[in-house]
């Protein structure tokens, strides 16, 4: 389980879950599950404001945060790439698909259906599928030591952010608390066999789904983080997505424009994400400064003083406010809408009176 600031590991919408009779199965960084009693094989998924950076939770909460990563993993999931198995099963007051679920129309009546779905339960796969189409982030350092990325030799003399021929998989292993650990693919496939590689190949293949429709709407998918589930019908195997789809939780998104811009300045581009946090994350002096060097990037998420001072932080309303706004500006490029007209016009959620 994540290590959450008290400020904000209770919130209203975990509240009126609980108050509804639904057990909570697991409490992440940012998501939230809850049991459905009587349905061993289903979940209520759903999405806090908490945000995190280099593995600690901040004290602070985002506004809508939790409704956008919602909107939009269910506007990949079914509204560009239907066709993709997925566990989602019931959202918003479309009764019939609740219906289809088991459920009574009644029972969804108290659920925060703006940032909460039915899902099916699965076995979750125990690695993260990262997938890149530009070379940055966490593998840069890789690439500018010996041309390599995730055990797989690259071309020399690449640019940071410069766009590669063809996606390249970055796994990682999963960890229960601390930083997941990056993996060559040959390990990968070594420690898994991977259905003969049908789980690598159906990422590759989503993401450059993915990765198409946002450039056609001016925006570039520079990485991006998958789950996935193994569901077992009879005898054959099926690779179903889950989880968060495509958010700027688990997504590097930045524009066309500004990425052109940024290989000419030799900079990074601007990230539609919590990079503002980040970027004042990386600024603040700790008591481990003088030896472990500035930022929060430096600390041990498995360290007690380490979480407890940045337990005590108060971060300025300012950077959470530019958090905020990217978000909803990445929500409404992909999908041409605003929040809440999505909401109300796709995901059938009647506005708040």
């Known amino acids: 389980m994540a290590q959450i600031p008290a400020r904000v590991a209770e919130n209203g919408f975990s509240q009126k879950i609980l108050g509804l009779g639904y057990p909570r199965f697991y409490q992440g960084k940012v998501g939230e599950l809850f049991r459905v009693p009587g349905k061993p094989d289903q979940l209520l998924m759903m999405r806090t404001d908490r945000l995190s950076i280099f593995d600690f939770v901040l004290p602070c909460l985002v506004p ?23 566990h989602l099963l019931a959202w918003g007051r479309e009764f019939h698909r609740w219906q289809n679920a088991g459920w009574y129309p009644s029972r969804t009546l108290g659920l925060p259906l703006e940032r ?10 125990s690695y993260e599928m990262v997938f890149r189409h530009h ?55 070594t420690k898994t066999g ?15 789904e993915a990765y198409r429709y946002a450039f056609d709407r001016g925006l570039a998918i520079l990485d991006t983080k998958f789950e996935f589930g193994i569901e077992k019908p009879g005898t054959a195997e099926l690779i179903i997505l889950c989880d968060e789809v495509l958010t700027p939780d688990s997504s590097r998104y930045t524009t066309i424009g500004d990425l052109e811009m940024a290989l000419i300045e ?3 581009p601007i990230f539609y994400d919590k990079e503002p946090v980040r970027v004042w994350g990386r600024g603040i002096e700790t008591p481990w400064s003088q030896d ?34 990217r978000y909803l500006n ?24």
Not at 64 to 86: C, D, I, S, Y
Not at 331 to 346: A, H, K, N, P
Request: charged share 25%.
């Open 64 to 86: 809508r945060k939790g409704e956008v990563l919602m909107a939009l993993t269910h506007f990949w999931l079914t509204q560009v790439m239907p066709e993709v198995p997925n």
């Open 116 to 125: 909460t779905v039915l899902v099916e339960e699965l076995d979750v796969w």
């Open 135 to 189: 070379l940055g982030g966490s593998v840069w350092s890789s690439y500018q030591q010996d041309g390599t990325v995730a055990g797989i030799e690259l071309p020399k003399g690449l640019s940071k952010w410069q766009k590669l021929g063809e996606p390249i998989f970055t796994p990682t292993s999963k960890e229960e608390s601390g930083h997941d650990r990056p993996m060559t693919v040959a390990e990968y496939y």
């Open 194 to 208: 991977d259905l003969d590689g049908q789980i690598a190949l159906t990422g590759r293949e989503i993401y450059t």
């Open 266 to 268: 030799g900079r990074d």
């Open 292 to 325: 472990l060097g500035l930022g929060l990037q430096k600390l041990d998420p498995e360290n007690k003083e380490h979480l407890a001072f940045v337990a005590d932080l108060e971060i300025p309303e300012q950077i959470i406010g530019g958090c905020a706004v």
């Open 330 to 353: 990445l929500f409404e490029m992909l999908t041409g809408r605003t929040l809440d007209d999505y909401q109300i016009e796709v995901m059938n959620i009647p506005r708040a009176s």
